[in-house]
């Protein structure tokens, strides 16, 4: 048997009425995971090692903000990043400055524009950079393992598996990856076959319904029922994007 600390919160999300389990999943881990980096974690010291190394993305910067529950541990934490990043960053800009006379150095025209690269190549690391993400692909890649363990050995969850209503595009890819990655051929020929078929007939039905909504602007379907098609936008743009 997988640890319950992991077969508890995939069985609940797939419990759970949301449009994507795995959606439901990872929300529910980055609403713990926003609450655990504005906790009284941040305050210890390997914590905010890896704090001050990695930081965090745009949208886990947003969302941590956003929460309001700890303005001061949040500028805390950022005070001490910014320091980090800029004695890291400070340095690769200060050597990424071209030597200003072209003609003494025109043989090294390529050497400036490769530095420049370099240097942008580096910023870009360090936005790319979040401790949050990292813990989310981490644990997801457990969660997979979960899944496919109980898919292969607990009949209930086998057949919530196949009864389900499909998965958002990022999480179709987690899924055929973690098939890959997991599960022989024989077991990935099942296990494929069943989400290749919820996520073509979810799909197909995400599609009639925005067609439906589309006609529903022609004055002759007017006073026509709007059968599922009301809300066909949010749900196209969640299958889409996911519900992050
Ligand atoms: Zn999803
Ligand atoms: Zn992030």
Redesign the pocket.
């Known amino acids: 048997m997988k640890e319950k600390i992991y077969t508890i919160p995939v069985n609940d999300a797939y419990a759970s009425a949301g449009p994507c389990p795995l959606c439901s999943l990872e929300s529910t881990m980055n609403d713990n995971l926003l609450a655990y980096y504005l906790g009284p974690s941040l305050m210890e010291p390997d914590v905010r090692q890896v704090t001050n190394d990695r930081g965090?993305?745009r949208?886990?910067l947003t969302a941590l903000y956003k929460r309001e529950e700890n303005r001061l541990g949040l500028g805390l934490m950022l005070h001490t990043h910014t320091s980090h990043l800029l004695s890291d960053l400070g340095t690769v800009l200060d050597k990424s400055v071209p030597a200003g006379n072209a003609r003494l150095f025109s043989g090294r025209q390529k050497d400036f524009r490769q530095n420049l690269l370099a240097a942008a190549d580096r910023v870009e690391q360090r936005i790319r950079s979040?401790v949050?993400?990292d813990r989310?692909e981490q644990t997801m890649d457990r969660y997979l393992d979960v899944i496919f363990y109980q898919y292969f050995t607990e009949p209930s969850f086998k057949k919530r598996f196949d009864d389900g209503d499909g998965y958002c595009l990022p999480h179709t890819a987690l899924l055929l990856r973690g098939a890959a990655k997991y599960l022989n051929q024989n077991q990935a020929a099942e296990f494929v076959a069943s989400l290749a078929a919820m996520q073509n007939k979810s799909l197909q039905t995400l599609s009639d319904d925005i067609e439906w909504f589309t006609l529903k602007f022609d004055y002759r379907n007017h006073d026509k029922d709007w059968k599922n098609s009301k809300d066909a936008l949010p749900r196209a743009i969640c299958k889409l994007g996911g519900a992050r």
């Open positions: 965090f993305c949208d886990h979040c949050i993400c989310l």
